[in-house]
Nanobody, 122 residues
């Protein structure tokens, strides 16, 4: 089993920046692609970004391209989401997910974290 714990959320003013972290434990991190998803109140969960185990392949949604960057540090078993130029519409609970395979924008990930709240004020 793999356990994922997100951290780094909080309250940020529009235009500001924040970095989310996702720490993995329980089993080896080797070979897992990682993804970030988000869900706002009353809305569907949506894909944000994903990264391969090697870090050579990344995906991101059109809504965050140019503003958000996903990265990972396998030595620390941690994945990051650097968020810049934040907008009020970015407000959501952000979830980290892991899958033993290629990164993808679907919901078919094997493990999920509990989420961390991001609130962007206008």
């Amino acid at each position: 089993q793999v356990q994922l714990v997100e951290s780094g959320g909080g309250l940020v003013q529009a235009g500001g920046s924040l970095r989310l972290s996702c720490a993995a434990s329980g089993r080896t991190f080797r070979g897992y692609a990682m993804g970030w998803f988000r869900q706002a109140p009353g809305k569907e969960r949506e894909f944000v970004a994903a990264i391969s185990w090697s870090g050579d392949n990344t995906l991101s949604s059109d809504s965050v391209k140019g503003r958000f960057t996903i990265s990972r540090d396998n030595a620390q078993n941690t994945v990051y989401l650097q968020m810049n130029s934040l907008k009020p519409e970015d407000t959501a609970v952000y979830y980290c997910a892991a899958v033993r395979g290629d990164p993808n924008s679907s919901y078919k990930y094997d493990y999920w974290g509990q989420g961390t709240q991001l609130t962007v004020s206008s």
